[in-house]
């Protein structure tokens, strides 16, 4: 079945669900949602819905694949039977394996895990409704679900997808975006605009990658100051990230 829109921006410039072309859909953030985690958020997204638990740092095992020197990262992206309109086969697939692997790639950089030698600390991101952009929500409450856990952190980490409909590029794809634009660039950075996680499918010129990078940017920044109000809102004014000493 093809239901590719005959269009995706309109004569006023606006996309199909009334967005501006650097528009980041509506977030709603919860913080602590699961009591037996150390740390967690819920986290909707347009009509994603993600929830994110972590635990540890807390002793590894196996020993042997313990690190003397760091703490290790794992990190499960899982999408729910019932999150998209067919149903789920559920366990690892190629693509949640990949997500994950590159997840917890986007957080090796920021994680102080060298003060926590021969821990773990385990994130599990589900994906209870999908509807494109999930990786990047998941990232974006997994960044709080840590820093509620009190895991030293050099940044947050925010992530938000730019990708390409009718010739033109566009902030944080909806879905029919998502399966039929000609490009999708899910980027995670840092405050600092420090890149964590870069992808990309279908075709982009080098001078719209330079204009990808700058609108996805702008985005970021928008969602870490979303996600700063909201541990402000649960640890108060005082929340500011610490950043211990190496
Ligand atoms: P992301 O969710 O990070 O954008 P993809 O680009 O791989 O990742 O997927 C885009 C969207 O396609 C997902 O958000 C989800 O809505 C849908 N989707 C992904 N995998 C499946 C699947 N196995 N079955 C049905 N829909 C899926």
């Known amino acids: 079945m093809n239901d590719k829109p005959e269009k995706f921006i309109d004569e006023n410039g606006l996309r199909l669900d009334g967005r501006q072309i650097d528009e ?11 009591s037996r985690a150390d740390g967690s958020c819920y986290m909707e997204w347009g009509n994603n819905k993600i ?28 999408m729910a039977a019932f ?37 773990v600390i385990d994130v599990f991101a589900e994906v209870l409704q999908a509807d494109a952009g999930t990786r990047t929500a998941a990232i974006n409450a997994a960044s709080i679900a840590l820093a509620d856990a009190g895991i030293p952190m050099k940044s947050l980490v925010a992530a938000c997808a730019v990708g390409k409909v009718d010739g033109k590029l566009v902030l944080d794809l909806n879905k029919p975006e998502d399966n039929y634009g000609q490009a999708d660039l899910p980027i ?4 600092d605009g420090e890149i964590t996680l870069l992808q990309m499918d279908g075709n982009l010129t080098q001078e719209e990658f330079k204009q990808a990078l700058e609108m996805c940017k702008k985005g970021c920044l928008q969602i870490l100051e979303m996600q700063k109000e909201a541990l402000k ?14």
């Open 24 to 34: 980041i859909r509506p977030m709603t953030i919860k913080i602590g949602v699961l």
């Open 51 to 78: 929830l994110v638990a972590v635990y540890g740092p807390r002793e590894l095992h196996p020993r042997r694949l313990q690190k003397s020197d760091s703490a290790l990262i794992r990190y499960r992206y899982n």
């Open 83 to 119: 999150s998209v309109e067919d149903r789920i086969r559920p366990g690892p697939s190629r693509r949640s394996t990949e997500i994950s692997k590159v997840s917890r790639e986007a957080f090796e950089p920021v994680v102080m895990t060298n003060l926590y030698p021969s821990a």
């Open 188 to 191: 995670a950075m840092t405050q």
């Open 233 to 246: 809102g649960k640890f108060g004014e005082d929340a500011a990230i610490e950043v211990p000493e190496d």
